[in-house]
């Protein structure tokens, strides 16, 4: 099959759609595939520039027309230069608004100068359980999924309310979200553990944007539980509107001598490493990629049942679900875990085992399937 030139538009933050598209973006080219990533700013994930990886600037300028300056036109415009500049095959695009959206305006603007550019849309959640519930929002968002070359989404719990919502009647093919082993290949930072925990208690961490749907209290609340029966350190990793919540509900449980804040961070592989069981209590996950993160650090996780959760987390064997909500069960099984050596290192060795399954090298064919179907 050949190497094909492809346009990859993301958000270029921390969240969990902008690691995936740049982490799927680095594994094409490492391929010998051309990526040209289409963003506002260079991707938090991508790394110094090499062959076959190119990034393109989205500039918005201020002017005073505007209260809110029109970044998806600007988006639609830059898409266009890109793909006649370089001769683009098709565009990957992460998220249905603004980035499906901008695309279809940039195809249709193409396809009048006789260039054909095929649009692949990845849905990731927030557009769709999120924004899809906002009217507003719906008719653009059903649009861009209608209007797409080819759809995917992140796992059969997105797959479910997509179609739930917004009634499209089209082919969506659910692609999981994907780890690379090889950033998992390394040792724990001793000082950093040691720092955190320096007793030699178990560190329970939590890693989100700190925003309501993830239920930062309830993180604080199993915390809380497990304490009150064994020694244990909590570590908050990210950064958020509930940030401050939450560290006022450690205060008062009696636990907050006890819970390390360390703000946001580049690389969450990193605490992860040191971490001897996750906790993700979220209120909903299209997917959870925190979650099998963890499972590559070989840390079992304890979470909630929504979403995509279960798609990832194997009950009772790399780790324990319970409903959302559900405080009191959570907190006996992370107890249970980690009163329990010999259950820990099963379940830990059962989470290295489980993320072989969601290997960049398994989940990359499905989308060059796609691409190739795309561009005969």
């Known amino acids: ?48 520039l090499k062959k076959n990886l190119y990034y393109h600037e989205v500039r918005v300028s201020d002017y005073p027309l505007f209260d809110y300056q029109p970044y998806e036109l600007v988006l639609a415009s830059k898409m266009v230069e890109v793909a006649k500049t370089h001769d683009l095959d098709l565009l990957h695009v992460h998220y249905a608004i603004p980035h499906a959206s901008a695309a279809i305006t940039a195809r249709d603007i193409l396809a009048k100068e006789g260039i054909n550019l095929p649009i692949v849309t990845t849905l990731h959640g927030t557009d769709i359980t999120l924004l899809g519930k906002d009217p507003a929002f719906e008719p ?64 329970i961490t939590h890693i989100s944007n700190f925003r309501p749907v993830k239920r930062v209290k309830d993180v604080v609340d199993v915390f809380a539980a497990v304490r009150s029966k064994q020694p244990a350190k909590l570590l908050l990793v990210g950064d958020g509107p509930e940030r401050s919540r939450a560290e ?105 085992a489980r993320v072989q399954e969601f290997h960049v090298m398994k989940i990359l064919p499905h989308y060059e399937a796609i691409y190739h179907r795309l561009t005969p």
Request: glycine residues 8%.
């Open 1 to 48: 099959m050949k190497n094909l030139r492809i346009g990859f538009v993301c958000y270029p933050t921390f969240g969990g759609s902008g690691v995936v598209a740049t982490e799927l973006g680095k594994a094409l080219a490492d391929k010998g595939h051309e990526l040209h990533f289409i963003t506002y700013s260079a991707p938090a994930r991508m790394g110094s």
């Open 140 to 203: 653009v968002i059903a649009h861009a999924i209608n209007e797409s070359n080819a759809v995917t989404a992140v796992s059969h719990s997105l797959k479910s309310d997509t179609l739930e919502l917004f009634g499209v009647d089209r082919e969506i093919e659910v692609i999981h979200n994907f780890i690379c082993p090889s950033h998992f290949e390394r040792d724990a930072d001793e000082q950093f553990r040691r720092s955190a925990a320096p007793n030699g208690e178990p560190i």
């Open 248 to 352: 006022k509900r450690a205060e008062d449980r009696g636990v907050r001598a006890d819970v390390v804040s360390i703000g946001k961070i580049k690389n969450p592989i990193e605490p992860l490493l040191v971490s001897d069981l996750f906790l993700l209590p979220s209120e909903t996950e299209s997917f959870g990629l925190s979650a099998l993160e963890a499972l590559a650090a070989g840390v079992p996780v304890v979470a909630s049942d929504a979403g995509g959760l279960p798609e990832v987390v194997e009950h009772g064997v790399s780790g324990y679900l319970a409903a959302v909500g559900d405080v009191e069960a959570m907190g006996r099984h992370a107890h249970a875990l980690l009163d329990n050596p010999d259950q820990h290192a099963a379940f830990r060795a059962a989470a290295q």
